[in-house]
Every structure is written in structure tokens, then in C-alpha cells.
């Protein structure tokens, strides 16, 4: 469970812009908060990532991913952080992503900097071993996705780095059409108004 409502949010907006993106690709599966079984016949052995993407894997219905069902773990995996769960983070699940799952881009993301400074850091799979990113003030493009990742305004932000444009998170997208209805409504209401004028205007000129 995710341990705030900032980072319950954070976690549902990332997998939510996630899913959209990759909404036409039944070869890409996004989740998370699911649990991961990766040692056949030891239910015991499980974790539950906050946010993935595999690549090369089916997209369809899921209650748990079974690592040896699957072929192959996810290729990027986002742990919305906190104080709490930085040991099982920092220690525990990068170790089994680095060496079990060889999840090829490990990100890291405190959204009310608890602790982690700067709070957002990663890790890149190199030749079997994980490398720290060097991230450029606060942003990283990842090479399996090809998406660019922000910290910024107290979130992490996806970025479609050809366009330069953020990809809105639910609450935002439904802003922006509700502006856009509301905008095409006050074109539509002075058309009409400007039509009305120029029918007097004609009808005036007709009788005269």
C-alpha cells in the first residue's frame, strides 16, 4: 500500500500516463502495486513494485506476475520512496531488481523529501551490475522508454522529449478539455452573435 495520499497519487498519475502511452502496444505491459513472485513452488518470495513497464510482454489482464511465467522481469521500475521503506528500496528490492529480475532501469522518488536528496536518483543495469545515474538537474531520459522523467513542482513528471511537451496526469487532462469545450463554446456563441449583426446590417441596407 502506497504510504501517503501524495504518494498514492504519484503512484496512480505515473501509471496512469504509463498505460496511455502505451495504450496501442500489446506487446508492453504497465502496472503497479502488484505482487511479483519470482521463485517457483515459494509463495513467499514476492514484492510488489510501485510502477513497471515490461517490454516484450503481453498486455493483458494480471492479478500477480510470475517471473518464470512471464520470461522476463520489467525493463523499468519506479518506487515512490518514504523513510519507511527506504531499507527494503534502497537494499532489499534493488538487489533482487539487479541480480532476479535484471530490470534494466531502477528510479527512485521521495515525493515529500524524507530523505532521499536530491529526491529523485536511479540506477542503470550495466553488464549485470547496477550503475548510479548521473541525472541533469533533476531529469533523466530513460534509454529503455525513450520518456524523459522531472522532478519538479513537488512531482514526477513525464516529458515526451521530441515534442517537449509534459503528458498530463488524469486531473490535468480533464482540465484542459474542459477549457477547450468552454472556449469552443464562446467561439461558437460569438459567431452567432456576429452573424446576428450582419443580417441587421444586410436588412438595413435591403429597406433603405
Known sequence: MAETPVHL???????????????????VYVGGNM??????????????PDVFVALGVPRRERRIYKLWEEGKGPDL?????SRSTRDEDLLDKK???????????????????????????????????????EMQEGRYTSH??????RSEEGAL????????ERLLVPAEAYEAHR???????????EIIRLRAQLEQIIGRSSTS
Open 179 to 189: 477549457r477547450a469545450e468552454a472556449r469552443a463554446t464562446q467561439a461558437e456563441a
Open 9 to 27: 497519487h504519484q503512484m496512480i498519475d505515473l501509471i496512469v500516463i504509463l498505460e496511455e502511452i502505451y495504450r496501442d502496444r500489446p506487446d
Open 157 to 164: 513528471r513525464v516529458y515526451d522529449p521530441g515534442s517537449g
Open 77 to 81: 521500475i519506479i518506487e515512490i520512496t
Open 95 to 133: 538487489l533482487l531488481y539487479e541480480q532476479t529480475f535484471m530490470v534494466q532501469e531502477y528510479l527512485l522518488y521521495d515525493p515529500i523529501e524524507e530523505y532521499l536528496v536530491p529526491p529523485f536518483q536511479g540506477y542503470r543495469l550495466v553488464e549485470g551490475t547496477y550503475e548510479p545515474i
Open 35 to 48: 505482487l511479483f513472485y519470482y521463485i517457483e513452488g515459494d509463495p513467499r518470495r514476492s514484492l510488489a
Open 144 to 149: 529503455m522508454l525513450g520518456l524523459e522523467f
